[in-house]
């Protein structure tokens, strides 16, 4: 499975799920790093049909009413 971590969450994330078999970006290897938009990581998430792990509650929203991003695993810390 393919995942995409938010800028809020550290990078070992993506280590831990790599370690489990998963291919995991952090918003940080972006072009952008962790200043990349929304609506970037959005688009990222529906092209490589990535989950985007995060705690920002605004994915919930667009993810809820857009469809964006494809999958969305919201953690609460």
Known sequence: MNF?????????VCAMLAQHG???IHTYELPTGNATKDSLINENSVNEQRVVVSKDSDFFYCHVL???P????LTVC
Not at 4 to 12: G, K, T
Not at 70 to 73: P, T
Request: glycine fraction near 6%; charge should be positive.
């Open 4 to 12: 995409l971590v938010d800028a809020q969450l550290p990078r070992r």
């Open 66 to 68: 857009h469809g964006r």
């Open 70 to 73: 494809w999958k969305l695993l």
């Open 22 to 24: 998963h291919n995991a």
